[in-house]
């Protein structure tokens, strides 16, 4: 029975290796939100991307990620913002949110200075069987649009949710594997837009 359990979950009958979550926007009317099944395995630098990719922004700041009732609070520069936090800084490169996600929600906080939050929870794990030809990562219902980050009005909002391009980014990103980490560098933002 030794190595019986990942993660608190049996693997002896059928491994764990998705989970679906929500990611949604906080204090932004009308609501945002994304639903999105990815691998167990994603780092939080991966999810971050994931989620730049599902809102439709460009990765040009910021961000962190912090796990409800926790001092820790994952981050992509860790070094150069370490004295700033007054939290356990630790690289977002190296961890993975699932565990996070088991124990409570975790928050990921996007451009420090217009403070966009979000809440991220877990709503179930998927095996393989369950999984039934679904593609990973992928989104499977989301609603509400976001603004451009660089938009001079910040009540307008100009990225509609749109279920197709968000997941024909997923397709690329999973194909491109770990040079997508900054997706934004190779213009895929500006070749899905209609």
């Not at 877990?122 to 990973?136: A, G, I, S, V, W």
């Not at 397709?171 to 900054?182: D, H, P, S, T, V």
Request: hydrophobic share 35%; with cysteine.
């Amino acid at each position: 029975m030794q190595n019986s359990f990942l993660y608190g979950e049996n693997i002896m009958d059928k491994p764990i290796v998705a989970m679906e979550i929500t990611v949604k926007l906080l204090d932004y009317k009308p609501s945002s939100w994304r639903k999105l099944i990815v691998p167990i395995t994603l780092r939080y630098d991966q999810l971050h991307v994931l989620i730049q990719l599902a809102f439709g922004w460009k990765n040009s700041h910021l961000y962190s990620f912090m796990p409800k009732h926790t001092d820790i609070e994952y981050l992509d520069y860790v070094d150069e913002l370490e004295d700033y936090y007054n939290t356990r800084p630790l690289a977002a490169n190296e961890y993975y949110p699932y565990q996070d996600l088991v124990n409570d929600s975790v928050t990921y906080t996007y451009d420090f200075g217009a403070d966009w939050r979000h809440q991220i929870t877990l709503k179930r794990t998927l095996t393989f069987d369950e999984l039934q030809n679904q593609p990973l990562p992928s989104c499977t219902l989301g609603s509400g649009g976001t603004r451009d980050e660089f938009g001079e009005d910040p009540e307008q909002i100009t990225i509609p949710y749109n279920h197709k391009n968000i997941n024909q980014m997923f397709e690329l990103w999973a194909r491109a594997g770990e040079q997508m980490i900054i997706a934004d560098d190779i213009g895929l933002q500006d070749h899905f837009k209609e």
